[in-house]
């Protein structure tokens, strides 16, 4: 079935780099996103990844995907207090919706 | 360019009671796709509605429904109300229908059933 792992919390200083993984069973999808959540809110698209590129960089932001062990991770630099939020990995499922892992909450130290 | 709005923002409804909740896509979006998220299951897709019909469809039951309108507003119903219903409501907007196509979401509605 369609189904996306992610661990469920990381702790990060403020000014380290976070890196937030999943894994996911089966994607023909040609895009791979994150998303962020912040308390009260609805989802943030963060950036998304072709299928066919192994990483992409946005600024404080880089996104490695490998295909063949089907695993994504986002890279946060420079980690500040305003990241502190939930973050899902997700990709396009067979019914063209979204499968959504259940979020990595971040929370970062001053 | 306005967001993805919802309205109402917040509800609270009792056990068999039903319940309408409302979603603004972004002017010239199309598609509109609703999903719910809950603490022990997260984000599930409900259904899409592109150009007033329903494109997909989640595994809801039929207490789940949703309708769209010419000008894309969407709306989303659910009727006898559980109390496993209570969850966070988002819609997403997007361009058109189909995978890859960018979905913005907003704010969501959140619904308590007592």
């Known amino acids: 079935g369609e189904d996306v792992e992610q661990s469920l919390f990381l702790s990060v200083r403020e000014g380290d780099s976070s890196v937030i993984n999943c894994t996911y069973t089966?994607?023909?999808?040609?895009?791979l996103y994150w998303y962020k959540q912040e308390p009260g809110a609805g989802l943030q698209l963060l950036t998304y990844i072709f299928s066919n590129m192994d990483m992409k960089q946005d600024q404080r932001l880089t996104v490695l995907l490998n295909k063949k062990d089907k695993h994504l991770s986002l890279r946060i630099a420079d980690t500040q207090t305003g990241d502190s939020a939930i973050y899902f990995c997700?990709?396009?499922?067979?019914?063209?919706?979204?499968?959504f892992g259940k979020g990595t909450k971040l929370s970062v130290k001053p | 360019k306005a967001g993805v709005t919802q309205t109402p923002r917040y509800l609270i409804k009792t056990r068999g009671q039903q319940v309408t909740l409302s979603c603004s896509p972004i002017?010239?979006?199309?598609?509109v796709s609703w999903y719910q998220q809950t603490p022990g299951q997260g984000l599930q897709f409900l259904f899409e509605?592109?150009?007033?019909?329903?494109?997909n469809k989640g595994n809801f039951p039929g207490r789940f429904s949703g309708r769209q309108f010419s000008n894309s507003r969407s709306e989303m119903n659910v009727s006898t109300l559980e109390l496993g219903d209570s969850a966070l409501y988002l819609c997403?907007?997007?361009?058109?229908?189909?995978?890859?196509?960018?979905?913005?979401f907003g704010p969501g509605t959140r619904l308590t059933v007592l």
């Open positions: 002017s010239g979006h199309r598609s």
């Open positions: 997403a907007s997007s361009l058109v229908s189909g995978i890859g196509n960018e979905q913005f």
């Open positions: 089966d994607s023909s999808s040609t895009y």
């Open positions: 997700a990709y396009g499922g067979s019914q063209g919706n979204l499968i």
């Open positions: 509605y592109f150009s007033e019909t329903q494109r």
